[in-house]
């Protein structure tokens, strides 16, 4: 077995579902959602197929990052997984019909940040093992953090 580290950086703006799925079905019902759930959500969902034809199957409404969905998916080489990268829209605006989806086994991330994903390699295929998501915490949420906290949902709109 061979473990691997592969660090995805998304950019500015860009947003990161990262799952397990379980049937070639998926790509095209991830997709569904993203427009159905958030108005005026750019997108880009890929799966990579494990078995058959073995193929990175995609849809989106953004080039850009449907280029760069197909191109995380090509280095996990993770047999039935997914990615969904998402601008104008939060993963928390459609994560939980995202984990309704019948096909979706399950998460391993939703972020903005910089991710390490580990993937161990054997036989021909590949999984993901884990994901760092992020830094480790620097210290303990003081009375002034919690106002900022605050000011910083009401600016993107979560709070009144």
């Known amino acids: 077995m061979n473990v691997k580290e592969y660090r995805i950086d998304l950019g500015e703006?860009?947003?990161?579902?990262?799952?397990?799925?379980h049937f070639i079905k998926t790509v095209s019902d991830l997709a569904e959602i993203i427009p159905t759930t958030t108005i005026g959500a750019r997108f880009a969902v890929a799966f990579n197929e494990a078995s058959g034809p073995c193929l990175i199957r995609y849809e989106g409404n953004d080039e850009d990052l449907t280029k760069k969905a197909i191109e995380i998916m090509q280095n996990l080489k993770a047999g039935h997984t997914f990615v969904i990268l998402l601008k104008n829209c939060y993963p928390i605006n459609i994560l939980s019909k995202v984990k309704m989806c019948?096909?979706?086994?399950?998460?391993?991330?939703a972020s903005a940040n910089p991710l390490t994903v580990f993937t161990a390699e054997s036989n021909g295929g590949a999984a993901i093992v884990g994901v760092v998501d992020g830094l480790s915490p620097k210290?303990?949420?003081?009375t002034e953090d919690k106002i900022k906290r605050a000011e910083f949902l009401k600016k993107i709109g979560y709070k009144y």
């Open 13 to 21: 703006d860009i947003n990161i579902i990262l799952g397990q799925s």
């Open 102 to 109: 019948d096909e979706v086994v399950r998460i391993f991330c």
């Open 139 to 142: 210290g303990v949420e003081q």
